[in-house]
């Protein structure tokens, strides 16, 4: 069940999650800041620590968003944005586990700069600073049991995988059938994808070398 802060923002900040975010651009406070803490780092660690911030910003400029709102009937808001994006952010996570050593400390790069992007985007929403603090903590909650949800569907079968996307993408809404359905060939499509890519691009170049996959739109007929 939402509590009453994550259900402010299924109300607040309309046409944020329709716009995708342009990290260099839109967000220059973002960008500045992660370079600034790359200052101190040099070689390997500093390019890890870069790509996860450019796999993250692939999801935050190439993922549509419009097929889940248009075609899943998603309400245009800010937790809409929040939960396709944790989808895909999770899809990267599940990739860079699979990398020895280093796949760790990516999987983390990749998790601090979309809480750095939602850290800038809330600010955009109504309501005081402590009350936005609050949402963003209640968010970082359901992104762990997301996680957990996803990574069960994963290792199940189509149903199962379909059940974590009802929970937690849809969050037990209405949705159609062909929507749900598609919704499981996109994450077993682009995880396959992900798994393609070689350890040592993925993690070093792994942002320059996604094409996500576009949600087909439901039938409906």
């Not at 059940?163 to 849809?170: C, G, K, M, Q, Y």
Request: with cysteine.
């Amino acid at each position: 069940m939402l509590t009453n802060s994550v259900r402010l923002l299924l109300i607040s900040s309309k046409r944020i999650a329709g716009q995708r975010c342009k990290s260099t651009g839109n967000n220059p406070s973002l960008s500045n800041n992660f370079f600034k803490k790359l200052g101190f780092l040099t070689g390997k660690t500093a390019a890890v620590r870069l790509n996860g911030f450019v796999l993250y910003e692939s999801v935050a400029d190439k993922v549509n968003y419009s097929p889940f709102l248009k075609g899943c009937q998603m309400p245009d808001t800010f937790y809409s944005w929040f939960t396709v994006t944790e989808l895909h952010v999770w899809m990267l996570l599940v990739r860079a586990m699979d990398i020895p050593d280093d796949g760790r400390f990516l999987r983390n790069m990749i998790v601090e700069a979309m809480w750095n992007d939602v850290q800038t985007r809330s600010k955009k929403l109504e309501g005081t600073g402590s009350a936005r603090r609050e949402q963003v903590s209640e968010l970082g909650d359901q992104f762990t049991a997301a996680l957990l949800s996803y990574d069960e569907g994963l290792l199940g079968s189509d149903i199962d995988l379909a059940n974590a996307l009802w929970r937690t993408l849809f969050q037990k809404n209405d949705v159609h059938p062909h929507a749900l359905e598609a919704a499981v060939h996109l994450v077993r499509k682009q995880v396959q994808l992900l798994d393609e890519i070689d350890d040592e691009t993925f993690l070093l170049k792994g942002g320059k070398s996604i094409a996500w996959c576009e949600l087909p739109l439901p039938k409906t007929s």
